[in-house]
């Protein structure tokens, strides 16, 4: 691993020459190159395109100079790519024609052979490793096995989850198997980015926090965790994030479904509901986070963008007055469509700025 | 207060007949009966019935057994009532056709007149008290100012609060201001309902889980301690309860809110998410807590439904095998339109019989 890669020293928690950052779906709608290059239809199309997607994916990489690029994809590329029959409604989000709702309907997940079914998107991270910058690594990603199940069962958005909670409850031996078959998709597709030339990988359970702890034990967790054991296992050393959106009641059993991960410390994502300094209190000091800006702030226009920006920064600073090595600058959500770019701009010089002032060790 | 009300007595933290029992949103959609009597069109218009709206109320009292009636009614009400430009759009939720974003929109949210602008709903409470049982008290409610204010200023239901978060942030005086005004709706709003014959209340901050705990004590916490205060001071020992959805992350400061009421202990509403056991760690060995249970587990069906009302009163047994006195079960969310009214039947009558047998006092 090259020292000044900022981003991988952070997730090693070893101390970065500045605190690194990226975004959340940082290249997308709220870029005006990404809007003239993406035409209309659905991303799982979108993405079929390697140039495309590779250029869509290297967009934010050039205007805000962020220390990784994270791959332009969607966690239901590999439901669709095995044919189960899920779409990407723009403006709306995932449907599925004929929900997943009994044993039966295992059928249409056949397993992923990723370097086949997804050959598109090797093919794109293979033209990403070729040029992005040395210091700015991929981020493969993935999402989670609940999650994934979630969209697959409910059908279309969902603010209760009412149709996956009853099929876990009711029917655990077809929640189970489910879930195994999510983890082997999950599993290949983040292990072939990640042969494929990604330096590091995301896995979004962006939904888990609708459950309570002891369902996210008894129905998730066994499950999350072998996606990052099996990762563990064949790509050591490699950093792994677990990331959901508010899930502070979670946060213990998600550190440990990543500390399956056989790297060392895994990355654990926070959005704004949990502060830095209280996950580090509640997990142990050395924990390693990524976060944690809240998008609306950053919505709320430049001052109060710079403003929360410090607020999470100042938020890692010890008692000592030092910043902890271990931080990577990210927003708690994906980047909002209606965003100004610029604001975003001003939130990576500011971060680049202020942390290489006080962790500097020269390069 | 009679000694055999067990609403009361466990609201007060002394030990109930038996534990009991309400649901959020108990009244409504979920009710054949319901249909039967609502006809189409906007809640605003159905409510201005008292006759219906008190038959509404009743009618989940006469199927379940249930220990409190809650009024059937919106925490848009007191907005609709000034004018100020809001409905509640069937299947949608409230929605604005000019949404409040500037301070000169403050002049459309005149103070609340209740016994004039809500007598319709003063009317409705009256019936109410008459023909209550007398061990079934009436539940008052409002919304909690921050949730009101994010349907004044998104307009629509919104998963972000960015007008709301860019509200607060970028114009403080504005938000304040607007705040200052929502207290005294809520307070006149629930003031009028208690005068009426109303035993209890309930402040509903569904939404505040979207925001971090530091933006709650600084923009929203004054202002719910406020609307806890007045009311304490107007109506001392009458309960309180303070409830919001995905808010495990702000229970300290919502309870520190809730203690502003002057009638001893205050009710905190949890969801699913904050285990009983969890919250009483956190928070107090003597704090009285509402909830939890999951309602997705309620559409799971018979089986899951009563599990899940075991673990929960479960979660209500101190070390010692003995319940907690100050429990009043609740789903951790509204009932969902799709609930099989057989089964919220069988709650009622299960927790009854459960804790009727090991709480049990005689009559």
Redesign the interface.
């Given at each position: 691993m090259p020292a000044d890669v900022a981003f991988l020293q952070a997730a090693h928690c070893h101390r970065p020459s500045h605190t690194p950052v990226w975004f959340m779906r940082q290249a997308g709608r709220s870029l005006p190159e990404y809007r003239s290059v993406r035409g209309e239809g659905s991303i799982l199309q979108a993405i079929k395109v390697p140039e495309i997607a590779a250029a869509i994916t290297l967009q934010p990489v050039h205007r805000y100079g962020v220390d990784a690029a994270v791959l332009y994809s969607d966690i239901v590329v590999p439901a669709h790519a095995v044919g189960f029959g899920i779409d990407v409604a723009p403006g709306t989000g995932p449907v599925v024609e004929h929900p997943l709702r009994s044993h039966a309907d295992l059928a249409r997940l056949r397993p992923l052979d990723a370097e086949h079914d997804t050959d598109y998107v090797v093919q794109t991270v293979r033209l990403l490793a070729a040029e992005l910058p040395v210091d700015v690594p991929l981020l493969a990603f993935a999402g989670a096995p609940f999650t994934v199940a979630s969209y697959l069962i409910e059908g279309r958005p969902s603010r209760?989850?009412?149709h996956t909670?009853?099929l876990m409850?009711?029917d655990p031996a077809t929640w189970h198997a489910l879930m195994e078959r999510l983890v082997q998709h999950s599993v290949a597709f983040i292990s072939a980015q990640l042969r494929a030339g990604a330096g590091a990988f995301q896995v979004f359970d962006s939904w888990a926090?609708a459950l309570?702890?002891?369902d996210y034990d008894r129905f998730v967790l066994p499950h999350s965790r072998s996606v990052f054991e099996q990762l563990g296992t064949w790509h050591p050393g490699t950093p792994g994030i677990h990331f959901g959106i508010?899930c502070?009641?979670l946060l213990e059993s998600m550190l440990d479904a990543a500390q399956g991960h056989g790297h060392g410390t895994p990355v654990l994502g926070l959005d704004?509901?949990?502060?830095i300094s209280e996950a580090r209190r509640r997990m142990g000091a050395g924990l390693v986070v990524q976060g944690n800006l809240?998008?609306?702030?950053v919505?709320?226009?430049m001052?109060?963008a710079l403003?929360g920006t410090d607020?999470v920064l100042a938020d890692n600073v010890l008692t000592d007055g030092t910043r902890h090595p271990g931080h990577i600058f990210n927003l708690g959500h994906g980047v909002?469509p209606?965003t100004d770019p610029g604001v975003l701009a001003a939130v990576v010089a500011h971060v680049h700025e202020v942390t290489a002032t006080e962790l500097g060790t020269g390069s």
């Open positions: 209760t989850y009412e909670k009853q409850h009711t926090g309570s702890r002891v508010g502070d009641h704004w509901r949990t502060p809240d998008p609306a702030l919505l709320a226009g001052a109060t403003e607020t909002q209606e």
